[in-house]
Structure formats: structure tokens, C-alpha cells
């Protein structure tokens, strides 16, 4: 019942209060506790989007060593199996032979167009 | 190390989806001397066309030196059409290109003997050599 009663500017009394009862080394203690929580707090605020979207990611494939692993494993085969099928397609798709010969042939394009 | 560990997988997991665009950005000026003689008559809308389309064509122009100089010129005079045309349409005239090339000589020697007399009916002037035919 009692506490219903602090409002907000009665608790930073009452801290204010409990503060100044404090010894000198408990006080420098919690500065540099406060300071070192602040330090890392920015650091890790300025850590680069690339590095947080990976973090995130990594996550996503759960928290086991061995589920991480298997995403690289696969991360990497897709990239691989990837490149090929690109690599493949661009080969196979090589129509240089035929597209020469009706550019440069004797019977004008609109006689294989329809 | 868990920073970088982070970097490198999100790094390969760009340059994943990335990987055509990368691997298809060619533009006007990054073609060598020849490829851009080769393919002169598409300077203008070379950075519209699409990647496939660039890349055949990129092909296409390594044969350019071994061309001689009717070859050249028919090349230049068809470049433009043949680039408007739809990828339907390109794939539709190498698909009939294919079945012409399988019928017998003697037969297809009639058929351009044919399609050059209309060509020169169309133009109303006598049939030219062959050789110098340079209708796109």
C-alpha cells in the first residue's frame, strides 16, 4: 500500500538519500562499473549492419556448434552449385555459331522471321 | 573472431544473391575495342539490353575479325533489327535457321535463288550477285 504512494520524484529521493549514505570506494566501485556497462554498451551500438545481419542469421540456424556447421556446409554448396548452374547456362546458351551465320548469311533476317 | 566469423557469413550470403548481376555487369565501356566495332550499331541502347542478350552478343563479336568485309557489313546492316527483335523471335529464327541448314544443298540454293529474285523485285532492280547482297 505503501508503495503505491512513491510517485517518481519520492524514489529519486529516497536513492538519492540511500547514495549519500554510501562509503567513498562503494561509490568509485559503481562509477566504474556504470562507465565500463556504458563502453561496451557503444561499441556494441556502432557494430556494423553487415556484422548484425549475420548475427542474426547465424541465430536463425539455432544455437548448436553442429547446426552452425551445417549451415556453412550448405551455405557453401549453394554458392558452388550456384556459380555452376550460372556458369552453365551462360555455355548452353552460347548461340554465337547460329546467330553469326544469320547475321552475316546471304538470305536477309525477315526470311527466318516469322 | 565472432565479429568476423559474422562478416563473412553475411558477406557470402550477398554475394550469393548478387551473384548474376555481378557476374552480368557489362557495360558500353567496358567492351575492348573490337567488341565495340563489332557491335557499333548498338552503342546507343547497349546499357538497355539485357544481360543474356549482352553476353550473346559479347560472343557473337569474337567472331567479328574473322569476318570479311561483306560479312562486316551485313552484320552492321542486321544488328539493329536483329536486337529489336522479341527473345521469342531470336529463338524462333535460330530454330528455323537449324531446319534450313538440314535441308539438301540443291534445294536450298533454289529457295535463296527464290527469296533473292523477290528481294530484287522488291527493290525493283535486276537480282545482284550474292555475294554483295547486303538486305538486312
Redesign the interface.
Known amino acids: 500500500m505503501k508503495n503505491k504512494e512513491l510517485d517518481h520524484e519520492n524514489i529519486k529521493q529516497l536513492l538519492n538519500h540511500s547514495v549519500a549514505q554510501l562509503d567513498r570506494p562503494t561509490l568509485t566501485r559503481l562509477r566504474h562499473a556504470r562507465e565500463q556497462a556504458m563502453t561496451r554498451y557503444a561499441a556494441r551500438s556502432v557494430e556494423p549492419v553487415f556484422a548484425r545481419a549475420g548475427h542474426a542469421i547465424w541465430h536463425a540456424f539455432g544455437a548448436q556448434h553442429k547446426s552452425r556447421l551445417w549451415a556453412t556446409t550448405l551455405l557453401v554448396a549453394i554458392i558452388l552449385f550456384s556459380a555452376t548452374a550460372y556458369w552453365n547456362h551462360i555455355a548452353k546458351s552460347d548461340t554465337a555459331d547460329v546467330d553469326i551465320a544469320i547475321l552475316t548469311g546471304d538470305l536477309p533476317i525477315h526470311f527466318y522471321v516469322d | 573472431m565472432h565479429?568476423i566469423?559474422?562478416?563473412?557469413?553475411?558477406?557470402?550470403?550477398?554475394?550469393?544473391l548478387f551473384?548474376?548481376a555481378i557476374?552480368g555487369a557489362q557495360t558500353w565501356e567496358s567492351l575492348t575495342p573490337v567488341q565495340q566495332e563489332a557491335l557499333a550499331p548498338l552503342s546507343k541502347e547497349w546499357n538497355t539490353l539485357q544481360t543474356?542478350q549482352k553476353?550473346?552478343l559479347i560472343?557473337?563479336a569474337?567472331?567479328y575479325p574473322q569476318?570479311n568485309a561483306v560479312?562486316?557489313q551485313?552484320?552492321h546492316n542486321?544488328?539493329e533489327?536483329?536486337s529489336k527483335?522479341t527473345p521469342e523471335?531470336?529463338n524462333?529464327?535460330?530454330e528455323?535457321?537449324?531446319a534450313?541448314s538440314k535441308v539438301p544443298l540443291e534445294k536450298r540454293e533454289q529457295v535463296?535463288q527464290m527469296?533473292?529474285q523477290q528481294?530484287a523485285e522488291k527493290l525493283n532492280t535486276p537480282a545482284v550477285d550474292?555475294?554483295l547482297?547486303n538486305?538486312?
Open positions: 565479429l566469423r559474422h562478416h563473412l557469413f553475411a558477406f557470402s550470403i550477398t554475394i550469393l551473384l548474376p557476374a543474356l553476353q550473346r560472343n557473337l569474337k567472331r569476318l560479312q562486316k551485313r552484320l542486321r544488328l533489327k536483329w527483335l523471335q531470336r524462333r529464327a535460330r528455323k535457321f537449324q534450313f535463296k527469296i533473292r528481294e550474292p555475294a547482297t538486305t538486312p
